[in-house]
């Protein structure tokens, strides 16, 4: 299939939207009722047992819910947020998946749920439709370039944060580095976001000819889709470049895609610790209310052997802590380019 036909499938941490949540969403309510809470719960759970990625799976959360709500577990939570955040550890306690969340009505920019570096959890950016307007003004999550000594190049992508104009970054950011012997990318704080941002970074780092990166099994509509690499690149595509990618436990979702990929295609060395482990695809759902729902629908492997990275993560070449991993990195390369002089 065309990557240019691809778009909506690369959303690892989808960007697609309902009709319904595209619309206008009902104000939040001051407090929220109990018909309310009910109203919500008995909407996702409904999603769970038609839309989630595992059939089962999604009836046994179904089942959790309706369990803690016959406990009572929700009656007092009168705010929106407090009941969104105890929904959302409900949906997660069976098979702990990162991109289950129940997001409260406010206004926001986009969502993330819970964790961040400073809790010890990941931060798993759920993305939505409007965030590609600001997605420019945040240049895309590419926050810094540098050269460091020894002629290495050095990329941080705080996120991969998609919209008009992102090849175009993406080319110009790579050929700041195009001189150099090696180049490390770092997405240690990268909690995801656009997997067709993903693609065409890794991309300028395989062949021309389209590979295949991912397997792509969807239950809403029973598709089963193996994406591949992109052909028609913006920046310079370094084949043979030393490449060096630093991944923490913090780095999620379409992160992991991008350290996944090229782990696989034996095309870089990966620095650091063992991802997150949130590995599907998912859509945000109008729940009523004002309530959204980020729900997983689909499940990504390797096209090849058949290997996930939910709830196992990516593991790294070369093991050691987040905060050490650049340094780690950058001993690596220098050896690397000096024996090949």
């Known amino acids: 299939m065309p ?99 129940l997001i409260a009505p406010r ?73 150099t012997d090696a180049i490390i990318i770092d997405i240690r704080r990268n909690g995801g976001g656009s997997g067709e941002m993903s693609h065409m970074l890794f991309s300028h780092f395989l062949p021309a000819t389209p590979v295949p990166t991912i397997r792509v099994r969807d239950r809403t509509d029973g598709g089963d889709t193996i994406l591949t690499s992109v052909a028609n690149v913006t920046g310079p595509r370094r084949t043979a470049v030393p490449l060096y990618v630093l991944t923490s436990h913090f780095s999620a979702s379409a992160a992991e895609e991008f350290a996944f990929v090229l782990r696989n295609k034996g095309r870089a060395t990966i620095v ?7 590995g599907h695809m998912n859509q945000v759902i109008d729940v009523g209310h004002g309530f959204r729902l980020s729900v997983s629908y689909t499940r990504v492997s390797d096209p090849v052997t058949g290997a996930e990275w939910e709830q196992v993560g990516v593991t790294p070449t070369i093991a050691t802590d987040a905060a050490s991993a650049l340094d780690v990195a950058l001993q690596h390369a220098r050896r690397s380019v000096a024996q090949a002089r």
């Open 107 to 179: 206004p926001q920019q986009g969502a993330a749920t819970p964790g961040d570096p400073g809790s010890g959890e990941p931060r798993v950016v759920i993305m939505q439709g409007h965030d590609e307007a600001s997605a420019a003004r945040r240049n895309f999550g590419l926050r810094k370039v540098e050269v460091f000594d020894g002629n290495i190049g050095y990329l941080e992508v705080a996120d991969f944060a998609a919209g008009p104009g992102v090849d175009a970054a993406i080319g110009d950011a790579l050929r700041l580095l195009e001189r």
């Open 272 to 278: 650091g610790e063992r991802t997150a482990g949130a």
């Open 3 to 101: 990557f240019t036909h691809r778009r909506t499938l690369l959303a690892l941490v989808g960007t697609l939207v309902t009709a319904a949540a595209a619309g206008a969403q009902q104000a939040p309510p001051a407090s929220l009722s109990a018909t309310a809470r009910t109203a919500v719960l008995d909407s996702v759970r409904k999603l769970l047992r038609s839309t989630y990625v595992d059939a089962d799976t999604g009836r046994m959360i179904a089942a959790q819910l309706s369990a803690r709500q016959t406990a009572h577990a929700y009656d007092t939570l009168a705010f929106a947020a407090s009941f969104a955040s105890a929904v959302t550890g409900d949906l997660r306690s069976i098979n702990h998946d990162k991109h289950l969340v």
